[in-house]
């Protein structure tokens, strides 16, 4: 599986683009989650093994997870390519993995920041997740 999943919140310009192509989002607001608010979603997460490589602030932060009882079928790796601390925004993405531990991992950390839109690079359709 080598989709890079690319995560926005429904700003203007995103719901505009998910009007286009017809897909449903709630009328919430929402933002991008800061790094505690990442970091935290991770350590409430069950079930996951984490593994944390955090390179300081304004190099890049990763987080490789996999299911405890399945780490061959579930896995990803979340990134924050220019960490810029705990209580600033980050853009989040995913590099491969699969969506079901993706969305797990989304519908935790959106629970702080409002639902944020899940993008495939292959060119398949967005997705709202933590709506």
């Known amino acids: 599986m080598g ?3 690319t995560t926005y919140p429904l700003n203007d310009e995103m719901t505009e683009w998910l009007d286009s192509l017809e897909v449903p ?4 607001p929402s ?3 800061t790094g505690r608010e990442v970091k935290d979603a991770i350590a ?31 896995w990803t790796l979340l990134n924050i390519t220019n960490y810029s601390g705990d209580n600033e925004s980050q853009e989040i993405w995913f590099e ?24 495939p690079d292959t060119g398949g359709d967005p997705e709202v997740v933590g709506a």
């Open 44 to 74: 409430e997460l069950g079930g996951v093994k984490v593994t944390i490589r955090d390179n300081g602030v304004g190099a890049t932060w990763q987080a490789w997870l996999e299911s405890e009882s399945k780490p061959d079928e579930l």
């Open 96 to 119: 491969k993995g699969h969506d079901q531990l993706i969305k797990q991992i989304l519908a935790v950390i959106c629970k702080k920041c409002g639902p944020l839109v899940l993008i």
């Open 3 to 5: 989709v890079l999943w």
């Open 31 to 33: 933002r991008f989650p």
């Open 25 to 28: 989002y709630p009328k919430t």
